[in-house]
């Protein structure tokens, strides 16, 4: 939760001269976070007007907010042409099996180009989807490498060899190994999907792994002596004392890995020509209209709103998850 969203919870807690002092004495929370929005536009506007370059001038506020209003508008352009394209299929369906009871309909998909929010959904799709692979792998092997030193000590080269390593180095690899491995005549999804959901699991696996190492290693010893004391099963050990007192380490992992995951699947999408936010961004670059830039920003501006809610879930999660609220990183 946001210092400006907690400020207006605890005024409305309040009664009469009481709001009115707390709400004085919050305003600067309240303000400062608008002043610095408008701060930044007023630059922008400024700064963007003695930028000229190939495809024109660099696109001020106004000129990506219409944009913007235009991307939505060709959203919805689209939808209208798919809704009419099947609802002229329903109507020849109809008609046929008015004339041959035996006609099995046939449905086509509409293979109108994704729109702007089409990209959107794909990109949140694929990076949700390789992020879930990520944490599946990277929380038990953690909580391994916490509990066991040899474990850490086998794993620990590899960690760092493999930490730094960037996304588009795996690509390449990753592109070629889905290629020959992920064959079929009726595939579930598609080679692109794959390849770039496998290349945002393999970039965000680290930070929750090796966060999620240090928060068990550093357990409290009076709750380990505690599980000894009783005598818990190892996964007993696990459930009641490892992961509730691992819980803040475990989700700031998390955290970091879902912003790394959704950088590295922009790039992932630019360079192998994925569908998603990426590939939008390349095709309005290699496009070259005068309009391109400030879709471009448009796109740019999404995808960090979109990174900063993606970071927001997980904290409501781990708000939600851990039972120390006052440990939880804002």
């Not at 390593?165 to 070629?176: I, K």
């Not at 994925?274 to 309005?284: A, R, T």
């Not at 448009?298 to 960090?304: E, K, M, P, R, S």
Request: aromatic fraction near 8%; charged fraction near 15%.
């Amino acid at each position: 939760m946001s210092k400006s969203v907690q400020a207006i919870s605890q005024i409305g807690q309040l009664d009469g001269k009481s709001k009115i002092t707390q709400l004085v004495s919050m305003l600067p929370k309240l303000l400062m976070p608008l002043v610095g929005i408008l701060l930044f536009l007023a630059v922008w506007n400024g700064v963007s007007k003695s930028i000229d370059t190939s495809l024109g001038q660099f696109p001020g506020p106004a000129q990506v907010w219409e944009q913007s209003i235009v991307l939505v508008s060709e959203h919805n352009t689209q939808r209208e042409k798919a809704e009419a394209f099947y609802e002229r299929q329903e109507v020849r369906n109809a008609k046929r099996l008015a004339q041959d009871e035996s006609y099995v309909p046939k449905i086509r998909e509409f293979t109108g180009a994704p729109t702007f929010f089409d990209q959107i959904w794909t990109s949140l799709y694929t990076v949700m989807v390789g992020f879930f692979i990520a944490s599946v792998i990277a929380v038990p092997a953690g909580i391994l490498c916490g509990l066991s030193k040899s474990a850490y000590a086998a794993m620990n080269p590899l960690i760092q060899i493999f930490k730094p390593v960037s996304p588009l180095a795996w690509l390449p690899l990753v592109t070629m190994v889905v290629s020959a491995l992920y064959v079929s005549n009726d595939p579930m999804f598609s080679k692109s999907f794959i390849t770039s959901a496998v290349t945002v699991s393999l970039c965000c696996l680290w930070p929750t792994l090796v966060n999620t190492a240090v928060g068990v290693s550093n357990i409290d010893s009076d709750l380990v002596n505690v599980s000894k004391v009783l005598r818990l099963t190892p996964l007993k050990h696990v459930q009641k004392i490892v992961l509730p007192a691992s819980i803040p380490m475990i989700f700031t992992g998390l955290r970091l890995s879902l912003g790394i995951g959704w950088m590295v699947l922009i790039a992932a999408e630019m360079l192998a020509q994925n569908p998603g936010l990426g590939k939008f961004v390349w095709d309005e670059f290699q496009n070259g209209s005068s309009e391109s830039l400030a879709r471009i920003m448009v796109a740019v501006i999404t995808i960090g709103i979109i990174g900063f809610m993606l970071d927001r879930l997980m904290l409501a999660v781990q708000r939600f998850a851990s039972w120390d609220k006052n440990s939880v990183l804002r």
